[in-house]
């Protein structure tokens, strides 16, 4: 519910839970991870739409380079050793918690307002660095959007979040087949994950509606901040 309340779509979360708790491999994590994410925003996005709150013409030019970027991501994460998948994640995400803090300060636009990350030589490059970091972290499309548009571009944080969902969830499934055929998914972990996220990802567009913008970014950063911390304290015990 949470990952998807803040358009992370919960990997963020779930990553640094199978790297700790069960010490599953970053190949296996990316892959029972994104399992999850898929059902997660499956759910969410369906919600946010019936709320009409995606932002369509967004979504089309992301879609379009997110799929060949999802499959660069599944290649890539065979070559990434288990110190590096930690600090690397850990460090993006605390990066992205300082922005979203500053992002608290900036007045958004308003709501189906085009701006210049709308254009396709933005958009499409964009998309396809979601599909790599996707399939490599086996999170959802929050590391790109979040500073592109929520920061740069300066969109609504509720149209971001909702679009973020429909994207990962149009995208998300090359990566996961890839991860599966690769043999990369843990599926004894990754079911009953699915269960949860299909229902956290149904009850997160219903409180999205009663949370401020300013609570919601509030929530992402200390998130991102959370889930970082975790996995420095395991590399220092």
Known sequence: MFGSLVGLGGGFIIVPVLRIALGIAPTTVAGTSLVFVLANVVSSAAGYLRQKRVDLSLATPLALGAIPGGVAGVIAVKHV?????????????????????????????????KTFAHRSIVA?????????LS??????????????????????????VATTSLIVALTAP???IAHAVAGDVDWIAAVPLVIGGLIGGALAPLVAKR???PLLITLLAYGLIGAAAALVLRHIR
């Open 135 to 160: 399939s490599l972290y086996g999170i959802g499309g929050g590391v790109v959007m979040i500073p592109l548009y929520l920061i740069a571009a300066r969109m609504p944080p509720h149209i971001v």
């Open 211 to 213: 949370v401020s913008s």
């Open 174 to 176: 090359v990566g996961v």
């Open 81 to 113: 050793n288990e110190t590096w998948f930690d600090v690397v994640y850990g460090v993006q995400l605390v990066l992205l918690a300082v922005l979203v803090l500053r992002r608290r300060s900036v007045q958004s636009r308003p709501a189906g307002e």
């Open 124 to 132: 499409v490059p964009a998309g396809v660095l979601l599909g790599v």
